[in-house]
Nanobody, 115 residues
Framework: QAQLVESGGGLVQTGGSLRLSCAASGSIVSFNYIAWYRQTPGKQREFVASINFSDFRNYLDSVKGRFTISRDNAKNTVYLQMNSLKPEDTAVYYC?????????WGQGTQVTVSS
């Protein structure tokens, strides 16, 4: 049973930066893709960024140029570097991974951007 554990959330001022980590139990390369989603109360979970097994990256339009997804296979970890943060980036951020026919989710990490 794969596990994904997020960390790195916190409180930051507008314009600041945070780096989120998604650590996988077992090999990160066994996942077809790893993605980050975010959710605010009363809204649907929203796709933020993803990276697949061939390092193809995809981003939500509103985070392009500010967020960067990357991975360290040796550490079995995927990162989301978030720069120039805005109050509208405030959300719980979730890590998601696909392996075979199964979909895995982490428990989420809170990111709060103060104005």
């Amino acid at each position: 049973q794969a596990q994904l554990v997020e960390s790195g959330g916190g409180l930051v001022q507008t314009g600041g930066s945070l780096r989120l980590s998604c650590a996988a139990s077992g090999s990160i390369v066994s996942f077809n893709y790893i993605a980050w989603y975010r959710q605010t109360p009363g809204k649907q979970r929203e796709f933020v960024a993803s990276i697949n097994f061939s390092d193809f990256r995809n981003y939500l339009d509103s985070v392009k140029g500010r967020f960067t997804i990357s991975r360290d296979n040796a550490k079995n970890t995927v990162y989301l570097q978030m720069n120039s943060l805005k109050p509208e980036d405030t959300a719980v951020y979730y890590c998601n991974g696909g392996r075979g026919t199964r979909d895995y989710w982490g428990q989420g990490t809170q990111v709060t951007v103060s104005s």
